[in-house]
């Protein structure tokens, strides 16, 4: 097995710059920390079923996604602004 | 201009992430499968888009300030020009592939501060990608929160 750093590093920095963009409570929906965990959920099971795209050698599971996954929840955590 | 029900409200925030997600894993992927810069940008800013017909503008959870799109516009033009430029100085020609130098013209240690760190010899492409990616996304975007703040105006003045 081996692990490609790039799509895990850039997938990481592309859902920084855009998880800092987040910002909750401005409509009448309400998202709570359960609910991101849902999504979560959901993108891992998205991640798993897109295989391991884009390199064919590395986890059984598309790293691209998953880390852009957790770079726009860090991002949220991070940076997001509340309006 | 929000027109949602609460079916739609709920469903979209985590289909606009995931898409978001899916547009980074296309332009990420871009130098060996199909897809790359322009497409993986139009997917992220399909849920950038979904996002803003559901809540509305102004009233949105994805929501891209004026500053911020500027800024990665700016970042995307300015990183593919940089990286033609680099390769018209160090290799010769315009957009040469430095982190790959099939002509051997690239001395070793810029060769290795620009490969992509992966098992593919991409070179720049993978760098090239992003910034594309990058400038489709908030491009396509800002159309979109153009004409929707267009029509909050004309709604406004009727």
Redesign the interface.
């Known amino acids: 097995m081996m692990l490609s750093l790039g799509p895990i590093i850039f997938g990481l920095i592309l859902g920084l710059v855009i998880g800092s963009q987040i910002k909750l409570g401005v409509s009448d929906t309400h998202f709570t920390l359960g609910s991101f965990v849902v999504i979560f959920i959901a993108g891992i099971v998205v991640a798993w079923q897109s295989g391991n795209y884009p390199f064919y050698t590395d986890l059984p599971i598309s790293t691209a996604f998953l880390a852009a996954l957790i770079g726009i929840f860090v991002g949220k955590l991070l940076f997001a602004r509340s309006k | 201009m929000?027109q949602g029900s609460?079916i739609l409200?709920?469903i979209s925030?985590?289909i606009s992430?995931?898409l978001?997600?899916?547009g980074?894993?296309t332009?990420?992927?871009g130098h060996?499968?199909p897809g790359g810069g322009f497409q993986g940008g139009a997917m992220?800013a399909s849920g950038i888009i979904l996002s803003i017909l559901v809540?509305g503008l102004?009233?949105?959870?994805?929501?891209?300030?004026h500053t911020?799109i500027e800024v990665?516009e700016s970042v995307g033009a300015l990183g593919f020009v940089i990286f033609g430029l680099i390769g018209l100085f160090v290799g010769g020609f315009y957009l040469y592939n430095v982190g790959t130098d099939v002509l051997n013209i690239v001395p070793a240690a810029i060769q290795n501060v620009f490969h992509?760190?992966?098992?593919?010899n991409a070179g720049i492409i993978?760098y090239l990608n992003?910034f594309v990616?990058?400038k489709v996304f908030v491009g396509l975007s800002s159309i979109v929160i153009a004409f929707a703040g267009f029509k909050k105006i004309v709604e406004e003045s009727e």
């Open positions: 929000s609460m409200k709920l925030l985590p992430i995931i978001i997600c899916l980074i894993m332009i990420l992927g060996i499968t992220m809540y102004g009233n949105s959870p994805l929501e891209l300030s911020y990665l992509y760190p992966d098992v593919t993978p992003i990616g990058l």
